[in-house]
């Protein structure tokens, strides 16, 4: 494998959106397209489907919950491609609304994979992305209607420009400690777990994006948070108005913006329209 080659990747990606997203770039994008997945049978039965497409992704095994497999990962593209060009960040957990875990142990749990996790995965793997590279972290709406739901202290504190990834980090650490103290609410925290992992996934996306502009400006790597919709996924249930395939539209959008493009960048897009946070 020549690391002149351009290579394109997708956390949680052996179904629904993450699925959609790594079918579409099999498609579009010009370069290797590797598959992700924590349950390494899923994830090479995905690639499966996808060659019978007549596709031809990679895969490797990816457990974003875990610093010795994000790593390895980070190793194999350092080694086989010396760096990344295109990196999606999708995977990412939520209960069911009736599920009868207690919601402190909801909020622990949510918050390890889909803020942590992503956080990880992009500590290991920002460094590698090359000049004109993209970086789309897959976020929802829900993200903005918890954000509403905060108290005006804690938004102005997520708005801001200058907020740094510590004090985000201490921010998401405190509403699990809130929610195992049952204050919560009191706190000023909107009763979903699952949006406030999200706040944290979107505004980690406005820090990093601001970090590039300090570090490396000259590089044309744009970085956003994305909503793909209301999808019909395991997560989302059937009712959802989107298929797979719609979800997939926005982050595709991002993953492939024009070497020449100037943004959007540390923006929440919608729609492949940029959403005010």
Not at 263 to 270: D, L, N, S
Request: proline share 5%; glycine share 8%; net charge neutral.
């Amino acid at each position: 494998m020549s690391s002149c080659n351009r290579v394109a990747l997708v956390t949680g990606a052996n179904k629904g959106i993450g699925f959609a997203i790594t079918r579409e770039l099999c498609r579009k994008f010009s370069g290797d397209v590797v598959l992700t997945a924590r349950d390494e049978a899923r994830g090479r039965a995905a690639v499966q489907q996808l060659q019978a497409e007549g596709l031809s992704p990679r895969f490797h095994p990816l457990d974003i919950d875990d610093l010795q497999s994000i790593r390895e990962l980070r190793d194999f593209l350092r080694t086989e491609y010396g760096g990344l060009d295109v990196l999606v960040n999708n995977a990412g957990i939520a209960f069911k609304m009736n599920d009868p875990t207690p919601f402190p142990v909801q909020a622990e749990v949510t918050m390890k994979t889909n803020f942590f996790g992503t956080r990880d995965i992009c500590t290991e793997l920002l460094p590698l992305i090359k000049p004109q590279g993209r970086v789309v972290n897959v976020s929802s709406m829900v993200s903005l209607s918890a954000l509403k739901r905060c108290s005006s202290e804690l938004q102005e504190k997520f708005r801001s420009e200058t907020i740094t990834e510590d004090e985000l980090v201490g921010l998401m650490n405190k509403f699990v400690e809130d929610t195992k103290k049952g204050v919560h609410d009191k706190e000023g925290w909107p009763n979903t777990a699952y949006g406030v992992t999200k706040i944290g996934v979107t505004v980690l996306s406005r820090i990093h994006a601001r970090k590039l502009n300090e570090q490396r400006r000259g590089d044309k790597i744009l970085l956003n948070a994305c909503c793909p919709g209301w999808v019909r996924t395991d997560m989302a249930g059937p009712r959802a108005s989107k298929s797979p395939e719609e979800g997939a539209e926005t982050p595709v959008y991002l993953a492939l913006l024009p070497p020449d493009a100037e943004g959007p960048h540390g923006q929440f897009v919608m729609e492949k329209k940029v959403e005010q946070w």
